[in-house]
């Protein structure tokens, strides 16, 4: 009783940091921040669903840059990268500069671990050469965080989805056995092991009065990069938003229950702040480092609206398209899905290929 009186009361505590900075969540403007430390769709999907060539000129967001770089393992013509947040451009750049530039063991702790010690006085000047203007101004404030200092450790941990997994992480150690049996589940080698050790230690302890409430809250979903539009449309596809919690612990029991854990890197890496070798990104693996490295001049960055791009290149013929989410951010404005759309056929090549996911179950309003 006594465990379950102090998991609430700390609870309640990490509940109201998050909304301390919540008027913050709300000036969020997707322009000054990095949102996205690593990319949740799964590369491995869109490279069955669009079968990639050397002919293919990609257009696809920017975000973290992890499925970009998975893409290049594929060999495309060419790929552009757009997103118009800055900094998750900055946070591209950065990698690629560090393929470039540093042997494999460093860029493995630095974007493997998220901690490469000295980072900021030892080798970002090493990698300061090779970023934009804009992106150096970022990284000469932020460079620190690859450093493994502070409360806050790895670079995972930083960000808005990076800070939220941050403070999810810490409570779940508040929670007597919750750490533990969620290593346990990540440990576990089969389906079956896994639906044991969810159903029996890790659900008890992890869904409580806290948790329950929290992931249905505003600020808990625009700090993991989810707006308010596309929140409307995940509302529709729980039911109401009251019923959004319950919705993702559906979607959650799936993951944990019916799919193979000991291989999802999206999770692993937010509940330990790292990524392991056996379990991490394709542009991680040490046989993909040196197939990067001779071909990341295949890949432009620009910071614009995916119509903006389209319509100052209009000579740029794109083949396939893999647009995220990102029509959800769009969803009340018709009139922007439009343009955009009108601009996307205008750039594309005969037959063109495109992907895009929706948080609702029809995207009629695509």
């Known amino acids: 009783m006594l465990a379950k ?14 909304r301390k900075i919540s008027s913050a969540v709300e000036k969020i403007s997707y322009k000054n921040k990095i949102i996205f430390n690593t990319v949740w769709e799964d590369p491995r999907l869109d490279k069955e669903a669009l079968n990639i060539n050397s002919e293919d000129t990609i257009l696809t967001i920017s975000s973290g840059g992890c499925n970009a770089l998975a893409l290049l393992l594929e060999n495309p013509k060419h790929i552009y990268l757009v997103d118009r ?39 970002y000047p090493l990698l300061r050469q090779d970023l934009s203007p804009e992106s150096q101004k970022y990284w000469d404030a932020k460079a620190f965080y690859f450093d493994g200092t502070g409360i806050k450790r790895s670079f995972y941990w930083r960000g808005t989805c990076g800070t939220v997994a941050w403070l999810v992480s810490w409570y779940f150690g508040l929670v007597p056995g919750l750490k533990h049996a969620l290593r346990t589940l990540f ?5 079956e092991e896994q639906k044991i050790v969810y159903e029996n230690f890790v659900a008890p302890k992890l869904w409580n009065f806290f ?16 707006p308010l539009p596309q929140q409307k449309l995940l509302a ?16 959650l029991e799936i993951v944990c229950t019916k799919l193979p854990i000991h291989e999802n890197y999206f999770w692993r ?7 392991t070798k056996d379990c991490c990104p394709d542009y991680l693996k040490m046989e993909n480092f040196q197939k990067l490295r001779k071909s990341v001049h295949k890949i432009t960055i ?4 995916i119509t903006e791009f389209l319509q100052s290149n209009p000579k740029t013929k794109i083949s396939t398209y893999i647009l995220l989410d990102h029509m959800d951010w769009m969803a009340e404005h018709p009139n922007l899905l439009t343009e955009e759309w009108e601009a ?9 290929k495109f992907l895009w996911r929706s948080a609702a179950p029809d995207a009629d309003f695509v």
């Open 344 to 352: 996307i056929f205008a750039n594309a090549t005969k037959n063109p």
């Open 5 to 18: 009186l102090w998991s609430l009361f700390m609870g309640y505590i990490v509940y109201a940091i998050i």
């Open 187 to 191: 440990n576990a080698k089969t389906v």
């Open 269 to 275: 890496v937010y509940l330990n702040g790292r990524y």
């Open 236 to 251: 529709g596809t729980a039911g109401s938003f009251e019923t959004i919690g319950q919705w993702i612990m559906e979607q």
């Open 211 to 226: 948790i329950r409430n929290i992931i249905k809250s505003e600020v808990y979903l625009s700090w993991t990069g989810i």
């Open 85 to 123: 947040n800055p900094c998750q451009n900055a946070l591209v750049e950065l990698k690629i500069a560090a393929i470039k530039n540093l042997d494999y063991d460093n860029f493995w702790k630095m974007f493997g671990e998220g901690v490469l010690p000295e980072f900021s006085t030892k080798f």
């Open 302 to 305: 620009n910071t614009q609206t």
